[in-house]
């Protein structure tokens, strides 16, 4: 069973025996867990991986996870996305940068521990709602980028965006969750969500049309600014995979 956006074939298998291998899971997955509503499924990893109470069941739900991002088709997004924030990754790339602390500190790269940490905080506050996708013109991204060559190279108006995130205060916040939107508006240089697409906001191309469909994302502060482009993983086990890059290390 497949789907249109999910499939073994959009994963570089690293053996002839892969592609079967991911099929099958794929097709369990969706045969015991997809009922036709992708939120509904994702919505109900979410809530596993949000309690702290059915951490034995993490280990399976990720697994799930990873079949579904090596099944998923790469392609161009355009405007107001639904986020749903369903899980923290220990990345390779994350766990080399805390170890490089000291030994005592690389516990803080444990899925578990973090995860456990998340959960205790804001894992079910709606801090954060979701992201849109822009366009964006060569002269800002090669602004915002400093002239990059590698960015420059594989800039395409038709699949290059510029995106931003929403954000929201909790409803009835403790202490802690309560200093989220203050912190990430500071550190992120978060502005008040756009009332009309004449307003400038963060460079990017701001249509009507998406601003009509923002309508119906309950947000107040938006950024986290990032370009956005067609390109390979950089996660070593998703091999090469093709998927639609967010770069925030530019903006």
């Not at 959009?10 to 991911?22: E, Q």
């Not at 366009?135 to 995106?163: C, F, M, W």
């Not at 697409?197 to 963060?202: D, E, I």
């Not at 370009?227 to 070593?236: F, H, Y």
Request: net charge neutral.
């Amino acid at each position: 069973m497949t789907t249109k956006y999910l499939s073994s074939n959009n994963f570089p298998a690293a053996s002839s025996a892969s592609p079967d291998t991911l099929a099958a899971e794929l097709e369990t997955l969706l045969s015991s867990d997809f009922t036709g509503d992708m939120y509904a499924l994702l919505a109900g990893y979410q809530r596993i991986l949000a309690d702290n109470r059915q951490r034995h069941q993490w280990s399976a739900v990720h697994k799930k996870l990873e079949t579904l991002f090596k099944c998923g088709k790469a392609i161009p997004l355009d405007g107001p996305m639904i986020g749903i924030p369903v899980s923290i990754r220990d990345s390779d790339y994350f766990q080399d940068t805390v170890q490089h602390f000291g030994k005592e500190r690389s516990k803080i790269a444990s899925i578990e521990w973090m995860a456990t940490a998340w959960n205790m905080t804001f894992a079910d506050t709606g801090l954060w709602m979701g992201k849109t996708f822009e366009p964006v013109s060569r002269e800002v991204a090669a602004d915002k980028t400093g002239n990059n060559a590698g960015i420059l190279a594989h800039y395409d108006q038709k699949t290059t965006r510029i995106g931003r995130n929403y954000f929201r205060e909790p409803a009835q916040p403790d202490i802690i969750q309560g200093l989220g939107l203050p912190v990430l508006t500071s550190l992120w240089n978060l502005k008040p969500r756009p009332k009309s697409a004449a307003k400038k906001l963060f460079d990017g191309l701001l249509l009507e049309e998406n601003l009509a469909k923002e309508v119906n994302i309950p947000y107040s502060m938006t950024g986290g600014i990032f370009l956005a482009s067609p390109g390979k993983s950089v996660v070593p086990e998703m091999n090469g995979k093709e998927v639609y890059q967010l770069n925030y290390r530019w903006p």
